[in-house]
């Protein structure tokens, strides 16, 4: 089960717009919405995890998922409970992620190619190269881009919940 942690950021805000607001020095806050708590199915069952494997198949056309064995960690189907919690209503751009790693001093994203090679996927890790950041500078015309292959640490430590401070109308 995935656990989400959020920081909540106090920021000034001095305009709204539909997709977010502003803070005083131009910075986009995303605008988020509330998820109520809740019971959800988790986890798959066997039939479940072939279903997807010859998802994969179909729409990549090699059995790279399949050979990898990628669902076959995956919990059995159970029920979980979810508590309350918000998610932004875009994702987060580059440039955005950079404001907060800037101001924080956090690390950008980024991973070796030994741990890329250990997640066993299709690309090769020199193919990530053009999404990955250099000198803690977005990838090259990419800054209106969501941020990607980033960590569930560096995920969860951006403060999404700006909203906890005035959602924007609508």
Not at 2 to 19: C, G, Q, T, W
Not at 47 to 62: I, M, P, T
Request: proline letters at 8%; aromatic letters at 14%; one cysteine or more.
């Amino acid at each position: 089960m995935r656990h989400f942690r959020f920081l909540f950021v106090a920021l000034p805000v001095v305009k709204f717009a539909a997709f977010g607001a502003f803070t005083d020095d131009g910075q986009v806050i995303p605008r988020t919405v509330e998820i109520p708590a809740g019971s959800y199915i988790r986890g798959s069952d066997p039939a479940g995890r072939e279903y997807g494997y010859r998802l994969a198949e179909k729409a990549y056309n090699h059995s790279v998922t399949r050979k990898g064995r990628w669902y076959s960690g995956e919990i059995g189907r159970e029920s979980a409970r979810v508590a309350v919690y918000r998610i932004a209503v875009v994702p987060v751009t580059n440039a955005q992620y950079g404001a907060f790693t800037a101001a924080t001093g956090r690390p950008v994203p980024d991973f070796d190619q030994a741990t890329w090679k250990s997640y066993g996927l299709i690309h090769t890790w020199q193919r990530t190269r053009k999404h990955t950041w250099k000198d803690r500078v977005a990838p090259a015309c990419r800054e209106r881009h969501p941020v990607v292959l980033m960590s569930r640490s560096y995920a969860e430590a951006y403060p999404i919940p700006w909203g906890n401070i005035c959602d924007p109308p609508g």
